[in-house]
Every structure is written in C-alpha cells, then in structure tokens.
C-alpha cells in the first residue's frame, strides 16, 4: 500500500527565507505528483503537478522537484512571503483513478 | 478557480438519519471524486466516479453511497450517519486521471 510521508509536521520560518518542504512515498510506481496549499477551512488548491517522466516543475516562486526512484519530492519556496503561510500537502496518483496524500506541512511565514 | 460548489457547507444532524451531499461543476470534467479530510489521517479517498452512472469505491467507502446522474452532478449520500462519519467532506474533479484534481470548498458534517 502506498504511503506518503511530510516531514516536519510544522515548519515556522522568518520572512525573506528561502524554504523546502519535503515529501516522500513508498511505491515509485505513481502517474504523477501534485503540490496543494490549504487555508484554514478552505478547500485545497493545486500548486504544481509532475509527471512522472519530469524531474521538476516551476511556478512563479515555487519549484518542485521529483526524484521517482527515491520516491522523494521536495517544494521549493522562493522569498517567502507571510501570504504563504498555509498547509502544504503532497499527494501522488497511483492509477486507478486516486490520489494517495500525506498529511501535510503547516508552515508559518512570520513578518 | 474550477467551478466547484459543494452544498450545504455546514450540516449537523444526529445519529441514525440519513444525509446527502452534493457536489455541481460546470467544467464538464469527466471525473469526479469525494474525500473526507480527518485530523491524523489526511484526505482519504470515498468514492469516485468515471463518466455518468460509473462510479467505484476509494479507500473509505463502508457506510457511503454515491450517484450520479448527470456529469455536473455527484451525490454523496450516508445511509445511516455514524459520529465516526464526522468530518470535513471535500469534492474534486479533474479532465483525466492523470489530470490535475480540483477541489470544491468543503462540506463540514457534524454528527451528534
């Protein structure tokens, strides 16, 4: 059974500071891997998605990086700003139709 | 944002009554899907659905039915609620299974 894994649970970082959030998961047979953010009692919205067959894909500040044979996946967060305070969760599509999510970074960006 | 609603957005009921969720798009995405989001426990995957009138069972889907009848429609009902069934219920829908999910805003259930 796929497993994924988020380590630190909680991350509190001064603003300015350039950040990495980590992932990993146990079965290196996925379709692809996706970066969410959540807000407090919001939904999640998507940041970026790899494929399998990239090894990284980048939006504006983020970055994110899959190394599939090490099952590991690292967010990069450029500049940090205090708006990018919110949950982080990770989550990787193992075919038939799911996503399997680890149970996230909180991070906290302080002025 | 994906044109994702989710209705109600709060709901408390008691043990034993049945109740349904519903989720609406306006995408026209092929695949729709429902989570339950538990502290400790992350998003879990209930039910899911291909194409109108397929659907298949996720991880969690003991105690949960689903349908749907039109695309932009999945309902997601509870037979009977437990208090286990208390949580925060997410709808997503994505293109494709190899597609980036969108998620709705969350239903939250409570069940006394």
């Known amino acids: 059974k796929q497993e994924v894994t988020q380590i630190p649970a909680a991350l509190s970082v001064p603003e300015g500071e350039n950040l990495v959030l980590n992932c990993s998961f146990t079965?290196?047979?996925?379709?692809?891997l996706q970066w969410f953010r959540q807000d407090p009692g919001k939904g999640l919205t998507s940041l970026l998605l790899?494929?399998?067959?990239?090894r990284e894909q980048t939006s504006g500040r983020l970055n994110a990086s899959l190394d599939k044979s090490s099952g590991r996946s690292t967010l990069y967060i450029a500049a940090s700003q205090p708006g990018d305070s919110a949950t982080y969760l990770c989550?990787?599509?193992?075919?038939?139709?799911?996503?399997?999510f680890g149970s996230g970074t909180q991070l906290t960006v302080l002025p | 944002d994906a044109g994702i609603t989710q209705s109600p957005r709060h709901k408390v009921t008691e043990t034993g009554t049945p109740v349904t969720l519903r989720c609406h798009q306006t995408?026209?995405?092929?695949?729709m899907y429902w989570y339950r989001q538990d502290p400790g426990h992350g998003l879990r995957l209930i039910h899911y659905?291909?194409?109108?009138?397929?659907?298949d069972k996720g991880e969690v889907s003991d105690g949960y039915s689903v349908s749907r009848s039109k695309t932009e429609d999945f309902l997601l009902t509870l037979e009977s609620a437990t208090s286990s069934q208390t949580s925060v219920y997410f709808c997503?829908?994505?293109?494709?299974?190899?597609?980036?999910?969108?998620f709705g805003p969350g239903t939250r259930l409570t069940v006394l």
């Open positions: 997503a829908i994505s293109e494709s299974q190899e597609n980036t999910q969108y």
């Open positions: 079965d290196s047979a996925i379709y692809n």
């Open positions: 790899i494929q399998s067959s990239q």
């Open positions: 989550a990787v599509n193992i075919g038939a139709r799911q996503l399997t």
């Open positions: 995408e026209n995405h092929r695949y």
């Open positions: 659905s291909y194409g109108v009138k397929d659907t």
